[in-house]
């Protein structure tokens, strides 16, 4: 399994950044997909999550109405889109695959960081 996180960057607050998760190794449409991501000195912490099929989202209070999850199953490929971030967003973003579903605990598999800061 290998998961190819990409799209971080420096961004100002109220600005927008779309984070990409190439996918390989494992039958991409029929695991569950999600984003994690952790501050500096923070535990790691759920984000969002999408089913097999992109029918089915979950967000983090935090993140809800600002962030959107999506797939695509013919390129394997999850996204995150993050509109109107804010400084406490600033944190590493993993991309994580499960078999089954992604919890708010965590994942089978993880994949590198990107990193995004959102300056004030």
């Known amino acids: 399994v290998q998961l190819q996180a990409c799209g971080g960057g420096l961004v100002q607050a109220g600005g927008s950044l779309r984070l990409s998760c190439a996918a390989s190794?494992?039958?991409?449409?029929?695991?569950?997909m999600g984003w994690f991501r952790q501050a500096p000195g923070k535990e790691r912490e759920f984000v969002s999550s999408?089913?097999?099929?992109?029918?089915?989202?979950y967000y983090a209070d935090s993140v809800k109405g600002r962030f959107t999850i999506s797939r695509d199953n013919i390129k394997n490929t999850l996204y995150l889109r993050m509109n109107n971030l804010k400084p406490e967003d600033t944190a590493v973003y993993y991309c994580?695959?499960?078999?089954?579903?992604?919890?708010?605990?965590?994942?089978?598999?993880w994949g590198q960081g990107t990193l995004v800061t959102v300056s004030s």
């Open positions: 994580a695959a499960d078999p089954k579903a992604i919890t708010t605990v965590g994942a089978r598999y």
């Open positions: 190794g494992f039958t991409f449409s029929s695991y569950g």
């Open positions: 999408v089913n097999w099929s992109g029918g089915s989202t």
